[in-house]
């Protein structure tokens, strides 16, 4: 009886809308087991420009924010151009799963008016996200702060507990979000 108590509770906890209204997180699940993700969010930063792309394009201390990002190894670097094997770890109670993923990342600022971070996966067997982009847009805003929006689009062969593990993916997503967003704006 205990323990169904506890999955009652976990559900219900974790089906309560705690995020931001400026996030939107999308899944599907393919007939080959697969599912596609889909994540957006926004958000406005006290910070200028220029210091969000630095923070943001330091790949070495990108763990900074990201609770999930447990190590960040850089594969290949050029001017504009990273290659990065990221590690990521999450835990629900007493379940815990890695994740890698490897990804090409562009990053490049036009004048003083936005910076573009593109972000391509690498597919790579040994990581259960086959394909996928994310962009990252920093605009330049009048009062010399900055917004940040983030786009996300990922296919990946990741499963999921049946009835709260997709709540339970979603909230970890918008928890990680919440902490950027707050880590990002403290520096």
Known sequence: MGKITVII???IFLNLKTFADTSAIYIKKNSDGSRNFNIEFEFNSPNNLRKNFNLLTDYENIYRFNPSL??????SKDINRVEVKNTFRNCILFFCREMIMYESLLSYC???SYCL???EVISNAESPVTSGKTS???KHRIDSKSKIIYKSEFLANISLPPFIGESIF???IIRNLNYLEESLNTF
């Open 9 to 11: 509770f976990a559900f």
């Open 70 to 75: 447990v190590r960040t190894e850089i594969l």
């Open 110 to 112: 036009v004048d003083n």
């Open 117 to 119: 971070i593109n972000a």
């Open 136 to 138: 990252w847009i920093i």
């Open 170 to 172: 979603k909230k970890t």
